[in-house]
């Protein structure tokens, strides 16, 4: 009796080590994952050819904030806390792609990040083969811009980021993505513009029927591609 109650209790003993093992990898897992702060995407070497205010280096930022979540590798700062401290730091759009270093400084003390990701994106636009498709056209021709288009098109979307050291300015890894879709189809979800040299689409990025198109096909694949190289050099960051 006093045997089996000793290997029952050294089970037992045995299981409820094996559990705090586990928890502490876990906790340990949790802490070693360096944090991060995703600035809203520099876009200014895009001519824009869509219509309305849409920020489109913020909706790529949000796309890009998305997957490294879902990943896990990185903790990453809620937009509004960041948002707000740059708004304290007056700071401006044309700092998005090299923030300088008093604002690199001041976010990393404020939101408690030693890493800061930001980027550009080079390239951001559809290609369409049929003149007539609706909403007009772009540039000769070469943009097609419209609600839907059912003759053969082509999406190009290019962009980079990099991981920028708070303390120190220095730049930690630097990653590119680039997508491209190419179909019949729904070319650029919402209203084209009017006829002539300059139609324009409306975008959502946190819409599903902008992901169905060949734009957001060509926008996911650059994110996810950018994305997975950022979590792909998180070893030469630092996790404290």
Known sequence: ??????????????????AITVLSGAVAAQFARPTVAVLNFDYGTV????SGNQDIGEGI??????????????????????DAILAEQNFSNSERADPNAKTLAAVGKALGVKYLIVGSITKFGTEASNKKVGGGMFGG????????????GKANVAITARIIDTSTGEIMASAKGQGTSKRSGLLLGGAGGGGGGGGGGMLDFSASDFRDTILG???EAAVKQTAEKLVAAKGRLETH
């Open 1 to 18: 009796m006093n045997m089996r109650v000793a290997i029952r209790s050294g089970l037992i003993l045995s299981g409820l080590l094996l």
């Open 47 to 50: 001519q824009k050819w869509w």
């Open 61 to 82: 930022s949000d796309m890009l904030v998305d997957e490294l979540v879902n990943d896990g590798s990185f903790r990453v700062i809620e937009r509004k806390r960041l």
């Open 141 to 152: 021709g070469k943009f097609g811009l419209g609600s839907v288009g059912k003759s053969e």
């Open 217 to 219: 096909e060509a926008t």
